[in-house]
């Protein structure tokens, strides 16, 4: 089951997820923990999936296949945990790692910069719902001594308002019938349309 191609798993989140909890049960709440807690936690991870997986997560809840009590209080700690490892290592370790440029695409980071020049400290918040942004953002207001208490309270924050969001909009209408044929389209369409923030500030500084 873990033999996927990363782009194949987030392309199909679902069948990974659904063949998982009914291979794996009670671990399979380590394993989305895990997830999240990377793709928060690792800058060299940020094409994990986030947003789709918190949906088909709480899809296979509201089907009752996985408790969405325990699923909330899980993906919340993954959410702000992996903030707080990924400020961390931005505060203490982040001139080394900028300079080994090889480990992550310099764009990335650039437009995180840009995005906080533009938003301030809300953007601990905001970048929950921008994919890759969400990965870089904590890592760079640790680079920048973005002071701490203020940087955990946005986290805290942050990670509660996301998970809320993606995992009780998969819990409460993942189960309707023409979502349940079509969730391939879904996880598309969530992909896409975290996307269009990206594109569209890509686009303006192309301009």
């Known amino acids: 089951m873990m033999d996927f191609l990363p782009l194949d798993f987030i392309l199909h989140v679902d069948r990974y997820i659904g063949m998982m909890i009914q291979n794996y049960g009670l671990l399979s709440y380590l394993i989305i923990f895990l997830i999240i807690f990377g793709e928060t936690g690792l800058v060299i991870a940020p094409l994990l999936p986030g947003d789709s997986l918190l949906f088909i997560a709480g899809t296979f809840a509201g089907a009752g296949l996985i408790n969405v009590f325990y699923l909330f209080i899980i993906l919340v700690l993954a959410a702000i945990l992996g903030d707080s490892l990924n400020y961390s290592v931005g505060n203490y370790l982040g001139k080394k ?22 938003h301030g400290n809300k953007t601990i918040i905001m970048a929950r719902f921008l994919p890759i942004i969400r990965t870089f953002a904590p890592f760079v207001a640790g680079v920048g001594k973005m002071h701490y208490p203020k940087f955990l309270f946005y986290n805290v924050l942050g990670g509660i308002l996301w998970v809320s969001i993606f995992l009780f909009a998969g819990f409460f209408f993942g189960g309707i019938p023409v979502v349940e044929k079509n969730l391939n389209y879904v996880i598309f369409g969530i ?3 975290s996307l269009i923030p990206i594109f569209y500030e890509f686009l303006k500084r192309k301009k």
């Open 191 to 193: 992909i896409f349309v």
């Open 97 to 118: 790692i900028i300079a080994e440029k090889k480990l992550f695409s310099k764009e990335y980071l650039d437009r995180t910069r840009d995005f906080f020049e533009k």
